[in-house]
């Protein structure tokens, strides 16, 4: 309870796991986010992805609302929780720092050949970018992936505050 208080608007309880989606405000250390956009783009997912492709979403540090497309959907992602990563797959250190990289490359890097790489290197088929991702990367690295659209990527889902993406030629 403290710590859903640090970090949700108070909301009546309910049976229902995603209701709180719809008027929540978690509270990020980079500023609040307005989770009704996520959960518009995570039922969207639900409903009309097939399967079980591979998504992009950007991480954060520990404790925070990253991995929140993958907990929602069900999908796999190309890295979740880094620790739980850890916790679960000891040995595997050097390819979980690969796949946290890979993320830091894909929304990060300006450059479209170089996010291309690493999506088609993972199999990614679906690259998610949310209020909480445009907090945490640079403009400039997020602004690539408009311009590759209509070339390597089709837009697939659109609401004010988040763009899914498929990549060409995966899944």
Do not use: C
Request: aromatic share 12%; glycine share 10%.
């Amino acid at each position: 309870p403290v710590r859903v208080r640090d970090r949700f608007n108070p909301l009546p309880p309910t049976p229902d796991g995603m209701a709180y989606l719809e008027n929540a405000v978690y509270q990020d250390e980079k500023g609040p986010l307005t989770l009704k956009w996520d959960r518009d783009a995570v039922l969207w997912l639900r409903d009309n992805v097939q399967g079980s492709p591979a998504i992009v979403e950007g991480v954060t540090p520990l404790y925070r609302w990253g991995g929140r497309v993958a907990t929602l959907t069900g999908l796999p992602a190309l890295i979740g929780w880094d620790w739980h990563q850890r916790q679960q797959r000891q040995g595997y250190s050097a390819a979980i720092d690969a796949r946290l990289a890979a993320v830091e490359r894909i929304y990060r890097s300006a450059d479209p050949q170089a996010a291309l790489t690493e999506l088609k290197r993972f199999g990614i088929t679906y690259v998610y970018v949310g209020e909480l991702d445009k907090r945490y990367y640079p403009d400039g690295g997020l602004a690539k992936f408009e311009r590759m659209r209509g070339e390597s990527l089709d837009e697939v889902f659109r609401n004010p505050q988040v763009t899914i993406y498929r990549v060409r030629g995966q899944g």
